[in-house]
């Protein structure tokens, strides 16, 4: 699982905030990483200069093998706070994306070898 991080001009990126970064990604998708080809992360505070509150935001953008990608974005006050918020929210977004990928291949297989029959029943004569 490869990790790209990307910020605009209103945050400094150095290796301690990048390195904070990709192992919180590691922790929260670990489970995924068999499945996932790439992390993009772009990180952006909304109000520049002036302080705010949910000002920082992080989107996140995954890239499944063999899927279209999915994205997420989580605002917070301060970047590794948003950073987690939006792991979490894809983790939620890939549990429930495998899982449905998973359920349609299993219907699929279940049909495919005779298992999923459709049974009609018949009136019982009167």
Known sequence: MQIQISSDKNISMHSKLSHLIESDLHRILNRFKDEITRVEVHLSDEDGDKAGAQDKRCRLEVRPKRHQSLAVTNK???I???VTGA?????R???STFGRIQDKNRALT??????GQNLVLKPEAI
């Open 76 to 78: 917070s006050s301060n």
């Open 93 to 95: 977004l890939l549990i």
């Open 110 to 115: 279940t049909r495919a070898s005779g298992q």
């Open 87 to 91: 792991a979490s929210k894809m983790q």
């Open 80 to 82: 590794p706070a948003s």
